[in-house]
């Protein structure tokens, strides 16, 4: 009885070390910062915040990005393209992305260094490597430059209007990325493993909503 209750102990003390941490982005945790600004601005300032969703519109293109750095996490949230009337842009494709891995010695700029997870019409689940951040998919490595696409494996966006969920994973250099439950692209062996997260904000309105971060590395 003895050993099978330490045993016990024993294994829920291994759980709570290895337990996961969960945290909802808000707007206290990001910071704005657009192409006409030399400086971080606050988010209310550049994009609207209603009910717990980002609007992101307007000519003024830019980013919201976290203030702090993550490590080995898994992001999750969901999008949608905003085809109001009012929010009109023209019939170009619609363009976006969610960046991660941004180093934090990398300079704020359009768009500074990291990953992303391009948000595009037909492209959608697309990595995008900026500043030679480099990977390897498919068993092959990813040529380094100053924005270097992979394409996604496969597509799941949903019909304009509707939300789509993101699910990011980056976990000592490997990054997995989802859309609608279905993994669209991978990769292993990337050079920026930690760093922070932006939402780009890159002509075409948009709406995010449901933001969140579950980590394994303590804070």
């Not at 988010?43 to 919201?64: A, C, H, Q």
């Not at 702090?68 to 992001?75: A, R, W």
């Amino acid at each position: 009885m003895f050993k099978k209750i330490t045993f016990a102990f024993a294994f829920l003390l291994f759980l709570n070390s290895c337990a996961v941490k969960q945290k909802r982005l808000s707007m206290n945790d990001w910071y704005a910062f657009t192409k006409n600004s030399t400086e971080r601005l606050a988010p209310s300032k550049v994009y609207e915040f209603t009910d717990g969703t980002v609007r992101m519109y307007g000519d003024n293109i830019g980013y919201l990005m976290t203030k702090s750095v993550y490590k080995n996490f898994e992001l999750s949230l969901e999008f949608r393209w905003n085809v109001e009337e009012k929010f009109y842009r023209g019939d170009g494709k619609k363009n976006s992305g969610v960046m991660y891995n941004v180093p934090s010695n990398s300079p704020d700029h359009i768009w500074p260094k990291g990953i992303q997870f391009q948000i595009k019409e037909d492209s959608t689940g697309d990595f995008i490597f900026l500043d030679n951040v480099t990977a390897t998919v498919n068993g092959k490595l990813v040529e380094a430059g100053a924005s270097v696409v992979s394409p996604k494996f496969s597509g799941n966006e949903n019909p304009f209007g509707q939300w789509n969920k993101i699910l990011i994973r980056s976990f000592n250099g490997k990054c997995t990325q989802y859309l609608n439950g279905k993994l669209v692209n991978e990769c292993v062996e990337v050079t920026s493993k930690e760093g922070k997260i932006s939402l780009n904000y890159e002509g075409s309105p948009i709406d995010f909503r449901n933001i969140q971060l579950i980590y394994l590395h303590k804070e």
